[in-house]
């Protein structure tokens, strides 16, 4: 039988793994992730899965892709600067469902058009306006979100605001009705807006990994993991990578139910950047089809039901103010670990470490280096010259912050260029403290004691170390990770409970773990399912984890590339959608992909709307590289009674279309 290759693609590692549907895993690698060109970093592993293996590259009939760079670029703040295009909406649309902020100040075009919710067109496109908008964005923009008012009963305004884009400017343009069959419209132009911001980074991933396979002999056709751990084809995730969030979380659970035999247990997944919390039900991931929020945005994909922070191996360690003494505080954001930097830049780390643990006072950027990582983007037209200036600083290299940032106003134009992706902090991380505590042994011990030897001498109010010694100062932050790592998954298994919510987590926390017990109160937590800890750093932090909730961990063989495996193991599933509603004249009106469609009878128009959707769902299955196609049907009436009688609302109606993707013989 041929053999599937799973691949990874995580903020801080690439992992590959060789897969046999009749042995299992046959070969397993990890390789640190190459922002500047994933391929690198994608084609280290590859090469030696094959050569663990001892196998051809033609041996390969399948290559499955899952990432977490579109959920890290999201819970960063981080992506293309886009234009969103707004139909028929006023400007006060932009305050609902977090709109405004998701622009992050990106141009939005407001452009006269849009339909009612019969889909009949309120006045025409205004074409005119548009194109001139058009010129006076010219090269500012890296693509174009459209949303039309009520596009999902009419998609014509967003179409052919669509054509008349590509004509202008060649940018990718992302229709709002393609994403989503609900209402809600600035929903889905929010949806729109984060899928053209990540469309940029996904393309160069896939784009990347093509040209390795091109290069090493792969000819397999290559699938990419949608957010519900489904697999589609990897031309149709190039233009909906909004697909692709949470793409890693849901692979892992795949891969969780699969490497460890678990029916039902909770999985948490450790990366360098994110944790990722779901729930195993029946050996299967349980979705989220109100959509997926990552990153704080509530968006309309319907992917795994997971609850993600900005919590990994990789987090910043700060410090943050506690009465007059000093707190750590873990993430948001990503560093790459000063231990990491040492390993390719070691007389640059070293040197400076050492100068400055000479210096008599301890700086706020003290043991930071910032590196440039990004790619030639549109940001780049619109950066200012200060920022332009911090860039060809880095031209040649890191450079230490405390050399980079000579004035104040350095430091906000720094925040932009990490913002866009053009620039990374380095600095001390939790992987850095495992290094010192002897739990990680990869990379430059030296460099991450140094660094976090300079970090232990900041001082709170009362002129008082945070920390003794390196050594003291990882075992806080062992011990911050492991404690924020427990409150969030106690968080994630709360969830939305109207008596014990997810605000409740942190309290329940402390009261159950806190030194000195209450006098007449005990108050205990505990899991009723096992802990399925998956990552490269499971083994180091979830033992602990699950002591402090009575439950068992199971980290499994192979659990730092679940992932990987995951994306192997998966199927093709595709859905189509329409809905129908009343209409004058006691008619039923169907809104599917195409011009609105009456019928005399509810009967008759849910099966022209199943007959429809079959075929609709079919094609999708065969674009998205599936084979053995089934479909399965879903009517759900929603009826209200109205003077003694009942009335339908709408009906709601569903093709699923399965099939095992493709493989090359």
């Not at 596009?151 to 989503?180: D, F, K, Q, W, Y």
Request: aromatic share 4%; glycine share 10%; net charge negative.
């Amino acid at each position: 039988m041929a053999l599937l290759l799973g691949i990874d693609t995580g903020g801080t590692y690439t992992d590959a793994v060789l897969f046999d549907e009749e042995k299992g895993v046959v070969a397993s690698a990890k390789s640190l992730t190459t922002r500047h060109d994933f391929s690198v970093g994608i084609g280290r592993s590859v090469a030696r899965v094959i050569d663990e293996a001892k196998t051809a590259p033609a041996d390969i009939g399948l290559v499955s892709l899952s990432t977490t760079l579109a959920t890290n670029a999201l819970v960063e703040g981080q992506g293309g600067r886009v234009c969103l295009v707004m139909i028929g909406f006023d400007p006060a649309s932009l305050e609902r469902n977090g709109l405004r902020d998701a622009l992050k100040g990106d141009p939005v075009l407001f452009i006269g058009g849009g339909h009612d919710g019969q889909g009949e067109a309120m006045q025409p496109l205004d074409e005119e306006k548009l194109k001139a908008e058009l010129d006076a964005l010219e090269g500012t923009v890296s693509a174009f979100a459209v949303a039309g008012l009520f596009a999902i009963r009419n998609p014509e305004h967003e179409l052919r605001a669509r054509e008349l884009i590509l004509a202008h400017s060649g940018n990718s343009v992302t229709c709002s009705h393609e994403l989503s069959s609900k209402l809600d419209g600035p929903r889905r132009a929010l949806t729109s807006v984060l899928n053209a911001r990540l469309i940029n980074l996904i393309h160069h991933l896939i784009t990347s990994t093509e040209t390795l396979f091109e290069q090493t002999g792969i000819t397999a056709p290559l699938m990419v993991v949608q957010g519900d751990g489904a697999l589609i084809s990897a031309r149709i995730a190039k233009v909906k990578p909004i697909e692709t969030i949470l793409s890693g979380p849901a692979a892992s659970l795949v891969g969780a139910a699969y490497l460890s035999g678990q029916t039902e247990a909770i999985v948490s997944d450790i990366g360098g950047t994110t944790t990722d919390i779901a729930v195993l039900e029946g050996g299967s991931p349980r979705l989220d089809a109100d959509g997926a929020t990552v990153g704080g945005w509530r968006t309309m994909v319907e992917a795994v039901a997971i609850y993600t922070v900005g919590l990994g191996g990789d987090s910043e360690v700060s410090v943050v103010k506690s009465g007059l003494g000093l707190d750590l505080a873990l993430g948001p954001r990503r560093l790459i670990p000063v231990s990491l930097l040492a390993m390719d830049y070691p007389d640059l780390v070293h040197g400076t470490l050492e100068a400055q643990l000479h210096r008599e006072r301890v700086q706020e950027n003290f043991g930071r280096f910032a590196v440039k990582v990004g790619r030639k983007s549109a940001h780049m037209a619109t950066l200012n010259d200060m920022e332009l200036e911090i860039l060809a600083a880095l031209e040649d290299g890191p450079k230490p912050l405390e050399k980079l940032l000579v004035r104040r106003r350095h430091w906000s134009a720094l925040e932009r260029l990490v913002t866009s992706g053009l620039v990374m902090i380095a600095g001390l991380t939790p992987s850095d403290a495992a290094h010192i505590l002897g739990l990680h042994d990869a990379w430059d011990v030296r460099a991450a004691a140094m660094a976090a030897a300079l970090f232990a001498r900041i001082q709170d109010a009362r002129g008082k170390a945070l920390a003794a010694s390196p050594v003291e100062l990882s075992e806080m932050i062992f011990e911050a990770l492991v404690s924020k790592s427990s409150e969030t998954l106690l968080e994630a298994a709360l969830g939305k409970d109207p008596l014990l919510g997810k605000d409740m987590a942190a309290t329940l926390l402390k009261a159950s773990t806190r030194a000195e017990p209450h006098p007449l109160v005990e108050v205990s937590i505990g899991f009723r399912l096992p802990v399925i800890g998956l990552g490269a750093s499971a083994h180091i932090y979830y033992p602990e984890v699950a002591k402090r909730f009575g439950t068992t961990a199971v980290i499994p063989e192979y659990a730092g590339v679940a992932n990987a495996i995951g994306a192997v193991v998966g199927q093709v599933r595709v859905a189509s959608h329409a809905s129908i509603s009343p209409a004058g004249n006691d008619r039923f009106r169907l809104y599917h992909a195409g011009e609105p469609l009456d019928f005399l009878t509810l009967g008759e128009a849910a099966a022209r709307g199943e007959a429809l959707l079959a075929e609709e769902a079919r094609q999708q299955a065969v674009a998205a590289g599936a084979v053995d196609i089934h479909t399965s049907f879903e009517r759900q009436d929603n009826t209200a009674h109205i003077e003694g009688r009942e009335m339908l609302i709408e009906s709601i109606l569903k093709v699923t279309a399965y099939g095992r993707p493709r493989i090359a013989r």
